[in-house]
């Protein structure tokens, strides 16, 4: 009796597996998007994860004249589908083809803002497949070029720096500013040092050096001494150099632009600490962590030969009371609170010496607001003695 339960279940299950093995399975982004039309080759392309919401796909080969041709012309142009994600389709009509040409003479599919499409290797694809009318063909596209291509590397500024968008039309831009002193060099100042996109937008960059932090300046943008100059807006005046700067100009008119950064206090560790880590408590909220908070990055910034170490703001304290400890990373020494009303939209430098905290300009970093004295003894002077015989008083 076993023997035959044991043979009957083997026939059952073989039957099972034999109807599971003829059933093709079709994944979602395979399924059929548009119709078939029997005077045409219809190609619906899965386009690779990469490809963009706005981005336009195209068909280009030798039968409709290559990239050049195709590209921006609607006859190319892939519709989006509407039933299936991701996937794309267009209606060949082979009458169309120009010099006798058919898909085996090459063809391969274009991305708008991705350039043409690439292999897994990052190769370049002509496909040969030639189809007949009144069919429907899935065709898989790997990559975009822009896959491939290497990300430009990150500019690396020296201290902060003033990002202009430039709706001027001037030929040139130069950007003078006077203050705590001339820190773009004399009139008309200086031309930008490059260009830098962020979040989208090109900005032109004008480096103010690292030294200048904490100087309080005011900015003259100029068509470089051609006569024209855009100033005496509010935003141009007495800004302090505690973060990098955005302006928009015309030929005349100024704004600033608010542009999210994450701030940083910067902490000159005069304590002989091994390490920083900041705390801070006030209105229930431990924003730095709990303690001994929040270290410094490992990146450091020197102005006027004091090195500061640096821990970074989060954004929700931003605008928030703080009470704040700094202390050597919880090994038993701290400082008393440093009381912060409300944390401003900049960077704060922190002097750290007598087991006290100051904020402190950079340009003055001493607990009394004068420059540190140099520790190294100065050269031996003379002394002038005089017998004062002359009876004044």
């Not at 004249?65 to 892939?78: F, H, K, P, R, Y």
Request: hydrophobic fraction near 35%.
């Amino acid at each position: 009796m076993k023997k035959i339960s044991y043979i009957l279940s083997l026939a059952l299950a073989g039957a099972f597996f034999s109807g599971c093995s003829e059933e093709e399975i079709v994944f979602d982004h395979e399924q059929p998007a548009f119709e078939i039309k029997e005077s045409s080759i219809l190609l619906e392309v899965i386009a690779p994860k990469e490809t963009t919401a706005d981005a336009e796909l195209y068909i280009a080969g030798a039968f409709n004249g290559g990239e050049e041709a195709a590209v921006g012309n609607m006859q190319w142009q892939l519709e989006k589908s509407t039933k299936v994600d991701g996937k794309w389709g267009i209606y060949l009509d082979p009458k169309t083809f120009v010099s006798g040409k058919s898909l085996a003479d090459g063809y391969w599919f274009v991305s708008s803002d991705g350039g043409a499409e690439r292999s897994a290797l990052g190769e370049v694809v002509s496909r040969t497949d030639n189809f007949e009318v009144g069919t429907r063909n899935n065709i898989y596209v790997t990559h975009w070029k822009s896959y491939f291509d290497k990300a430009p590397e990150a500019t690396v500024h020296d201290g902060y720096t003033v990002y202009l968008e430039d709706n001027s039309g001037w030929d040139a831009t130069a950007l003078y500013c006077y203050g705590t002193e001339e820190a773009c060099g004399g009139w008309p100042g200086k031309l930008p040092d490059g260009t830098e996109k962020i979040n989208g937008k090109t900005y032109k960059y004008f480096d103010l050096g690292a030294d200048r932090a904490g100087m309080e300046l005011t900015f003259i943008f100029n068509n470089n001494n051609g006569g024209v100059q855009v100033e005496n807006f509010d935003c141009l005046k007495k800004n302090v150099i505690n973060k990098n700067i955005f302006f928009s100009i015309t030929a005349e008119s100024a704004e600033a632009v608010d542009v999210a950064e994450t701030r940083y206090f910067y902490v000159l560790n005069n304590q002989g600490w091994d390490g920083v880590s900041l705390y801070t408590w006030g209105n229930d909220n431990e924003f730095f962590g709990g303690w001994p908070g929040t270290g410094t990055t490992g990146k450091t910034v020197t102005i006027k030969e004091k090195t500061y170490q640096q821990i970074p703001i989060p954004d929700a304290a931003v605008g928030q009371l703080v009470n704040a400890i700094f202390n050597n990373n919880g090994a038993g020494e701290q400082t008393p609170d440093l009381n912060i009303e409300a944390i401003e939209n900049h960077d704060y430098y922190i002097l750290i010496e007598g087991k006290k905290a100051y904020e402190v300009n950079p340009q003055n970093p001493s607990a009394d607001g004068e420059e540190t004295p140099d520790p190294t003894p100065s050269e031996p002077g003379y002394s002038i003695f005089v017998q004062d015989n002359s009876g004044w008083g």
